[in-house]
Nanobody
Framework: VQLVESGGGLVQDGGSLRLACVAS????????MSWFRQAPGEERECVAV????????YYAESVQGRFTISRDNAKATVYLQMDKLKPEDTAVYYC????????????????????WGQGTQVTVSS
């Protein structure tokens, strides 16, 4: 599976961005999909997770109420709508997936994911 992210950029404090992750190579309709982020000098952090069918989601506390993850399996695309962005949201954002039909209750560690995109930079200026 190949994952390609897009939608990153520079935005002011309080602004919004919508990231997209397009999958190719094989169907990801049975995949749990996640967004991670990594700031310079920091560990890779799970931001949001969505189940294979989109019925369950999970968010890191730091983005709860501001970010929304969704997916369109017909388009093999996962989205991350980011609102009320803060400077501390600045990072490279990565899309990740793994074959998994379980209900989403938490984030897995990044080592649990088999498939990764190349990342897209999000910069929030103060």
């Amino acid at each position: 599976v190949q994952l390609v992210e897009s939608g990153g950029g520079l935005v002011q404090d309080g602004g919004s961005l919508r990231l997209a992750c397009v999958a190719s190579g094989r169907s990801v309709s049975s995949y749990r999909m996640s967004w991670f982020r990594q700031a310079p000098g920091e560990e890779r952090e799970c931001v949001a997770v969505i189940s294979w069918g989109g019925s369950t989601t999970y968010y890191a506390e730091s983005v709860q109420g501001r970010f929304t993850i969704s997916r369109d399996n017909a388009k093999a695309t996962v989205y991350l709508q980011m609102d009320k962005l803060k400077p501390e949201d600045t990072a490279v954002y990565y899309c990740a997936g793994r074959s998994d039909l379980s209900t989403v209750r938490s984030c897995y560690a990044h080592t649990a994911y088999d498939n990764w995109g190349q990342g897209t930079q999000v910069t929030v200026s103060s």
